[in-house]
């Protein structure tokens, strides 16, 4: 059973690039959010999708979008790049319980190194 | 809106021994869940231990037991017997309970530990 995956690995773009970061859940897992982690840093919430809708969002700005396809995985996209934007992008995957509460387990992915030059 | 602190930046113990990291969240709410994520040098976060906010008992994982104190909003972490692979940053983290919850996680700034042999 495969865990979270994330691609690519790691990244270099240049200042006022564009970048698309991806993300595949763990099996069976429907709900998809995504963190920025600052070096020496706790992770910061972007944002969360579950069908495919954007359900909640964390104070990020809007050069900041992501999208959740069909079979769960998700994208985050990042535009006009800054400095600051240097970080390691997590993604954590979970399941929504029946009532529309989600579980207590968030399984995380290996990241995704982003460098900004 | 809830927050998370870490006020240790940096722990160490010896391999064998017992070490307690510290934490305390700030929130109006009632039921929520905390939780201790641990992350190596290969970021890979991996769940240690939650805690329901409802339960009276503090939790265990084998090595792993919290001392959660809800009226002081404190849930520190005690590792005993450590080992060399404990060695790694740890993350306090918070979620909501309630019916709204997406599933958002609020994390402190990390404490690093170190073991030594």
């Known amino acids: 059973d495969a865990g979270v995956t994330q691609s690519p690995t790691h990244l270099i773009k240049t200042r006022g690039q564009q970048v698309t970061l991806r993300c595949s859940p763990k099996s069976g897992h429907d709900t998809v959010s995504w963190y920025q982690q600052a070096l020496g840093q706790g992770p910061q919430f972007i944002f969360q999708y579950y069908e495919e809708e954007e359900r909640q969002r964390g104070n990020f700005p809007d050069r900041f979008s992501g999208h959740q396809f069909p079979n769960y995985s998700s994208e985050l996209n990042v535009n006009a790049l800054l400095l600051g934007d240097s970080a390691l992008y997590l993604c954590a995957s979970s399941i929504r319980t029946s009532g529309g509460k989600s579980s207590y387990e968030q399984y995380f992915g290996p990241g995704t190194r982003l460098t900004v030059t | 809106a809830q927050t998370v602190t870490q006020s240790q930046p940096e722990m160490s113990v010896q391999e064998a021994e017992t070490v307690t990291l510290s934490c305390t969240y700030d929130?109006?709410?009632?039921?929520?869940?905390l939780f201790w994520y641990k992350q190596p040098p290969s970021r890979q976060m991996i769940l240690v231990i939650r805690?329901?906010?409802?339960?009276?008992q503090n939790a265990t994982e084998n090595r792993f037991s919290v001392n959660f104190q809800k009226a002081a909003k404190s849930f520190s972490l005690k590792i005993s017997d450590s080992q060399l692979g404990d060695a790694a940053m740890y993350f306090c983290?918070?979620?909501?309970?309630?019916?709204?919850?997406?599933?958002?996680?609020?994390f402190g700034q990390g404490t690093t530990l170190q073991v030594k042999p």
């Open positions: 983290a918070y979620r909501t309970y309630g019916s709204s919850n997406t599933g958002k996680l609020i």
């Open positions: 929130t109006s709410e009632s039921d929520y869940y």
């Open positions: 805690q329901e906010a409802y339960k009276q």
